[in-house]
């Protein structure tokens, strides 16, 4: 079946130390998307990603990096700049073109600073 | 910057009653989608109803529909009939239909269902 992947699903990160969260999709999606959620907060875009070897800054777009090598593909690193890394993080997918439809979710990959 | 509202943090609702849950926007744009999301304490988005701005209906899926008022710049959901399943986190997000431009979403609305 058709899906986005998000991997770990938890992950643990000591202080100072960069960390890559996956994301990889079976969809044939051209965009990707990843998401910061923190309570009370919803939904906020870190970057996103319209066709491979691109990618475009989000809202909060500071202390993290991505790249998009493949199609498939668009892991995000979180790095040591990233002040407050602890959150859930959401990678999505979309068609971009014909009908929109929205996103199709991953099922996210909690990051927690230790 | 198109922004979205959810003015409701929080809410309950009786098993088998009806909620309503508020969402309005703001944009130049005439044209756009308008999304609910929910996520359950699993944390699986899952889309609930999609709205076009152009069609003047209502959407409706099952026990889940929209008001739709385009000219308030407000998008509310309807649960008919709440079931303890329902209980979830609400999004609701806004996306201008050109290219691949990012939704962009409310804060959320917390639905507890009540047995």
């Known amino acids: 079946d058709g899906g986005i992947t998000q991997s770990p699903k938890y992950l643990f990160r000591k202080e100072g130390q960069n960390v890559t969260l996956s994301c990889e999709q079976n969809l044939n999606h051209d965009a990707m998307y990843w998401y910061r959620q923190d309570p009370g907060q919803g939904l906020r875009l870190i970057y996103y990603s319209q066709i491979v070897n691109d990618f475009q800054k989000g809202d909060i777009a500071e202390g993290y990096s991505v790249s998009r090598e493949k199609k498939e593909s668009f892991p995000l690193t979180v790095t040591s700049a990233q002040k407050n890394p602890t959150a859930f993080y959401l990678c999505a997918s979309s068609e971009g073109h014909g009908r929109d439809y929205g996103y199709t979710f991953g099922s996210g990959t909690r990051l927690t600073v230790v | ?115």
């Open chain 2, 1 to 115: 910057a198109q922004t979205v509202t959810q003015s409701q943090p929080e809410m309950s609702v009786q098993e088998a009653e009806t909620v309503t849950l508020s969402c309005t926007y703001d944009t130049s744009e005439s044209d756009y989608y308008l999304f609910w999301y929910k996520q359950p304490p699993s944390r699986q988005m899952i889309l609930v109803i999609r709205q076009e701005a152009y069609k003047q209906q209502n959407a409706t899926e099952n026990r889940f529909s929209v008001n739709f008022q385009k000219a308030a710049k407000s998008f509310s959901l309807k649960i008919s009939d709440s079931q303890l399943g329902d209980a979830a986190m609400y999004f609701c997000a806004y996306k201008i239909p050109s290219g691949n431009t990012p939704l962009v979403f409310g804060k959320g609305t917390r639905l507890s269902v009540i047995a």
